[in-house]
Nanobody, 116 residues
Framework: QVQLVESGGGLVQPGGSLRLSCAASGRTSSFYGLAWHRQAPGQQRELVAV???????RYSDSVKGRFTISRDNTKNMVHLQMNSLKPEDTAVYYC??????????WGQGTQVTVSS
């Protein structure tokens, strides 16, 4: 059974940086798509960044230029480097991995709080 486990969340001051990581277990082959989503209190879950198996990336406008998504296929991991963090980046961040609509997995989430 595939499991995704996020790590790296925490409390950081505005302007600071955090690096989130997500490790996939339960299969040895890499996923087609890996992504980070986030959900702030009272808000809908939104896509933050995506990276495909070819290395193509896409970012939401709100994080473009500040966040960088990367993947390590040898370890079945995906990372999110977050720089110049703002209070509005505060949310629970979720890792997602998929090959198809029927083969789509989510992690439990990790809290990121940006506050002075």
């Amino acid at each position: 059974q595939v499991q995704l486990v996020e790590s790296g969340g925490g409390l950081v001051q505005p302007g600071g940086s955090l690096r989130l990581s997500c490790a996939a277990s339960g299969r040895t082959s890499s996923f087609y798509g890996l992504a980070w989503h986030r959900q702030a209190p009272g808000q809908q879950r939104e896509l933050v960044a995506v990276i495909t198996s070819s290395g193509t990336t896409r970012y939401s406008d709100s994080v473009k230029g500040r966040f960088t998504i990367s993947r390590d296929n040898t370890k079945n991991m995906v990372h999110l480097q977050m720089n110049s963090l703002k209070p509005e980046d505060t949310a629970v961040y979720y890792c997602r991995a998929w090959d198809s609509p029927q083969d789509d997995y989510w992690g439990q989430g990790t809290q990121v709080t940006v506050s002075s």
